[in-house]
Structure formats: C-alpha cells, structure tokens
C-alpha cells in the first residue's frame, strides 16, 4: 500500500514538473484588470457642496467604465502614518474626505479593481495642506458717541435792578403827563 501511495506521488511530482498537470492552470480564470484610475487629484480643504473645512482634505477621481470598486489609501508623507489603508470605495464614488495636520503633505493612492478582483497601477496625487493666512473677522470699535451740543433756548431777562425800575417808573410817569398836557391844549 505504501509503495504504492509513493508511486502516485512520483507521477503527479513528475507530470507537474514536465507540465502535464497543473491543476491550478486548470481551474483558473482569466481576470483582466481594469484601466488604473485617471484624475487622481488631492485638495484642501476639503469640500461638501458649498461648505469647506480647515480640518480636513479631499481625495478625488475619474469614474473607469471597467472599475468595479477603488482601493483608497492615504498617507501622511512626513510621518509615513496611513490615514486610509486601502479602503475599498464603490465604483460610483469618486471622491473622499480624510482629516489632516496643518503643515502636512498628504498622499493618496488609488488602485481600480475590477469585478473578478483584477488590479489596476496605483495612481496617486499628493498635497501640502497648509493655510496661507487665516482670515478672522474682527468688528471695528464703535466710536464713542459725542453728546450734541444743546441749542441755546432765548430767554428774558429780569429787569436790571433799582436803577432800570427808575428810569422805566419816570418814562410812564413823562408819557402820562405828556398825554395830558396834549389833551388841555
């Protein structure tokens, strides 16, 4: 039994090594990789619509026809630290947001795949993700308000005294005695 056991192991040995039997050839698939991905390109900050963060970066790409999927990876450049290790994203997605260090360059790498698993070249893009300057609103002082000048109201003045009383008591005495001196005439 045994010699016999060692026989089939020698034939099998031997037809794999001349090439008459490789059962993996045989049951194997042909698996095309799909065209590596187009477009790959790092921005900051990263973006949702109309609203933009400081904090965080975008990775993006071109749609491929024969992509089934896109392995994503992202690196910090200085550190080596992997942010997104290979992050299997579906093929209608085309873009993707990390968070980031001010001052850091980012890489990303993205692989298409196809549907049997083929793998496409890396196409990658990197970015320094740094603020040029940082814009915070400042509100000018109000000034401090100056009180308007009050406009002078007129007024009458009291009568100037004993001296005033005099002259206006002999001026009606003068004009009585005027009118009556006119009246004898």
Do not use: R, Y
């Given at each position: 039994m045994l010699k016999k056991l060692f026989i089939l192991l020698v034939v099998v040995f031997s037809l794999?090594?001349?090439?008459?039997?490789?059962?993996?050839?045989?049951?194997?698939?042909?698996?095309?990789?799909?065209?590596?991905?187009?477009g790959v390109t790092v921005e900051f900050p990263g973006c949702t619509g109309t609203s933009c963060d400081l904090t965080q970066a975008s990775c993006?790409?071109?749609?491929?026809?024969d992509a089934a999927s896109f392995n994503v990876t992202v690196t910090e450049v200085e550190t080596g630290t992997?942010?997104?290790?290979?992050?299997?994203?579906?093929?209608?997605?085309?873009?993707?947001?990390?968070?980031?260090t001010q001052g850091k360059t980012y890489k990303c790498d993205v692989v298409a795949v196809?549907?049997?698993?083929?793998?496409?070249?890396?196409?990658?893009?990197?970015?320094?993700?740094?603020?040029?300057?940082?814009?915070?609103?400042?509100?000018?002082p109000s000034p401090t308000p100056i009180p308007p000048t009050p406009t002078p109201t007129p007024t009458i003045a009291s009568p100037g005294g004993i001296g005033q009383s005099i002259v206006l008591f002999g001026g009606i005495i003068l004009a009585i005695v005027g009118g009556i001196i006119l009246l004898a005439l």
């Open positions: 794999s090594v001349f090439g008459f039997f490789t059962p993996a050839k045989a049951h194997a698939q042909a698996c095309t990789p799909p065209a590596a991905a187009s993006s790409w071109s749609t491929q026809a992997i942010i997104k290790s290979n992050e299997s994203e579906t093929a209608s997605t085309t873009k993707i947001l990390f968070p980031i196809s549907a049997c698993g083929g793998l496409a070249p890396a196409t990658s893009d990197q970015l320094l993700c740094q603020v040029d300057a940082l814009i915070t609103p400042t509100v000018a």
